[in-house]
């Protein structure tokens, strides 16, 4: 049950951010069948967690990848060092098999959500591997992570999206080699499938602001 709570406030929370917002209000026929579809969601995104959990045990184990329930979405986290050699995009073979065992799980368990691919990296300025900056470096990474899912596991590239965030989204300090290490990630995120509501006649509940309308609870039964 926590689960499914921390998993509806997910959608939730990203519903707001988008700009996709309505009111909820129990026992309306509308909202019975948002909600169907919100838990559908959920479980979908629940399955393929306990799926990579599975699947990337001994990766986990050693601290090469986490995952992470966000707001953002179900996020796959990889240490940069890693998929690639200091200062490289290019990724290493020995990369292949992690990447392919996160590509069946999207492939086969969330066909139809979308995947964002972002790379991090440290503070560290960019010296001898010619990159203009960490954020050309970080770019290319989430490129190449990209282009390996597309074009050697036959992800649709309608559903994937890649940034660069460079040093900017710290998730460690970077006074240490530690934190450093931590910083210099990939992560894929599983995004949610939220689809916008559009305003009509039909669906007067549709508003600029979340507003979920609580009523007793014999109504529901």
Not at 56 to 73: P, Y
Not at 122 to 139: A, F, H, M, Q, R
Request: net charge neutral.
């Amino acid at each position: 049950m926590n689960r499914l709570i921390c998993w509806t406030l997910l959608i939730l929370g990203i519903v707001s951010f988008s700009g996709c917002t309505f009111v909820l209000q129990k026992g309306r026929r509308s909202d019975v069948a948002k909600i169907e579809q919100l838990t559908k969601q959920l479980d979908e995104l629940e399955k393929a967690r306990l799926l990579l959990e599975q699947s990337l045990k001994d990766e986990i184990a050693d601290k090469q990848v986490s995952l992470e329930r966000a707001e953002k979405g179900l996020v796959i986290k990889f240490v940069a060092d890693v998929l690639f050699d200091s200062g490289q995009a290019k990724i290493r073979p020995s990369a292949y098999v992690t990447l392919d065992k996160v590509a069946k799980v999207l492939a086969d368990n969330v066909p139809q959500n979308e995947i964002g691919i972002e790379g991090h990296t440290d503070n560290e300025p960019i010296k001898y591997s010619g990159w203009k900056s960490n954020w050309e470096l970080s770019t290319a990474r989430a490129l190449s992570v990209l282009h390996y899912l597309v074009d050697e596991r036959k992800i649709s590239p309608f559903r994937v999206s890649a940034i660069g965030y460079g040093e900017y989204r710290p998730v460690d300090s970077n006074d240490t080699k530690q934190g450093r290490q931590a910083n210099r990630r990939v992560e894929i995120v599983i995004l949610p499938k939220i689809t916008k509501m559009k305003q009509a006649a039909e669906q007067p509940e549709v508003v600029q602001q979340v507003e979920v309308i609580e009523e007793p609870v014999e109504k529901m039964k």
